[in-house]
């Protein structure tokens, strides 16, 4: 069965940083596209960071770049959100994210609480 499971969220000052995780199984974690999304109360999920199947190449929200970094690892079927500079406003429910247009599949996490405060 599916899954794709996140953690590291929790609460941080401005300024600070926290790694997200995000372990997937019952898939070919290694074929799909992967993502970071976030959904702050009242807005829309939108999409922060991406990455290619191998990790070639990755994009970001203009909102992040700079701030932010996707990488992954297939040895260990695991996709990283690296995010540094937080501000209030990155406050939201992280979402990770596995596509594979190819193959027509699209999973998704229950998502993980960042809260950015003094």
């Known amino acids: 069965q599916v899954q794709l499971v996140e953690s590291g969220g929790g609460l941080v000052q401005p300024g600070g940083s926290l790694r997200l995780s995000c372990a997937a199984s019952?898939?070919?974690?290694?074929?799909?596209?992967m993502r970071w999304y976030r959904q702050a109360p009242g807005k829309e999920r939108e999409l922060v960071a991406a990455i290619t199947s191998i990790g070639g190449s990755t994009s970001y929200a203009d909102s992040v770049k700079g701030r932010f970094t996707i990488s992954r690892d297939n040895a260990k079927n695991t996709v990283y959100l690296q995010m540094n500079s937080l501000k209030p406003e990155d406050t939201a429910v992280y979402y990770c994210?596995?596509?594979?247009?190819?193959?027509?599949?699209?999973?998704w996490g229950q998502g993980t609480q960042v809260t950015v405060s003094s």
């Open positions: 994210n596995a596509v594979s247009f190819e193959l027509g599949r699209n999973y």
């Open positions: 019952g898939f070919t974690f290694s074929s799909y596209r």
